[in-house]
């Protein structure tokens, strides 16, 4: 039986949503997150990073076009280098990124540690040999072994202190992490609303609860896997954890039209 809040989310996407091409005339061009924001507001949801379940109870999701969609920008509890959770560090976030992180050209070669500094759960990093591995206690670790550093100028690049084994970069505690996820997809599930070619919402769907395990075993098989965008001269980490959009339409148990009133 589908329950009231779906509905109601069903009928708030009717009234407010369905067939309408987003109007972001008014944001910000640069900013990316204008349709979203946009759907927002339709929606009824206030603009927040509040980490909670965006709409009775149920996580909202919009079309993505870059083929994939985001779990949750959820940083790490433990880094290297100096923050909150690592205060005694001599390590500086800029000096952790240059180190480990990768120039790009098209930015002036603007330090970042993202795309292939990055490793996959299975796949070690090809720039500079990091790992990602899940322990007993399901934390979840980028771990750097300076002998498996590929790169050519390692001993220039890497100080002395950190020229050995088995450095952890940063890890998530699984206490850290399953209130994150639990808090936006543990009570009634997810929503996802669709445009079609034209750029007019046209489909909403929803799909199950997620528990914690159930998400971690989705990073065990390299489903969901961490997306970073960490770069010098921003203090955001941008720490997305993602999935590709047709695992997320695989998880699809109902959609709307037809309307079911």
Request: net charge negative; proline share 6%.
């Amino acid at each position: 039986m589908v329950s009231s809040q779906e509905l109601e989310i069903v009928r708030r996407f009717l009234d407010n949503v369905y067939g309408k091409k987003p109007d972001t005339t008014q944001a910000n061009p640069r900013h990316d997150g204008a349709v979203g924001h946009w759907l927002e507001t339709q929606m009824g949801i206030c603009h927040n990073a509040n980490n909670e379940a965006d709409l009775l109870g149920f996580e909202m999701k919009n079309q993505t076009t870059s083929g994939k969609t985001t779990f949750g920008d959820w940083s790490a509890d433990y880094y290297v280098f100096k923050c909150r959770h690592n205060p005694n560090s001599t390590l500086t976030r800029n000096q952790f990124i240059e180190m480990f992180g990768k120039p790009n050209p098209e930015k002036g070669n603007r330090y970042s540690w993202s795309g292939s500094p990055i490793p996959k759960i299975d796949t070690p990093s090809p720039w500079n040999g990091s790992r990602m591995v899940i322990d007993e206690n399901d934390t979840i670790a980028i771990i750097y072994d300076y002998s498996n550093d590929p790169r050519s100028d390692k001993s220039a690049t890497i100080p002395q202190e950190y020229q050995r084994d088995n450095i952890i970069l940063a890890s998530w505690s699984r206490v850290w992490l399953e209130n994150k996820l639990t808090a936006k997809f543990s009570q009634n599930g997810w929503f996802k609303c669709f445009r079609n070619e034209n750029g007019i919402y046209d489909r909403i769907a929803f799909g199950n609860p997620f528990s914690f395990d159930d998400w971690l075993n989705l990073v065990r098989q390299g489903i969901v896997y961490f997306d970073s965008g960490m770069y010098v001269g921003n203090n955001r980490n941008y720490s997305q954890w993602r999935a590709d959009n047709d695992f997320w339409n695989s998880l699809i148990m109902r959609e709307y039209p037809p309307f079911p009133f």
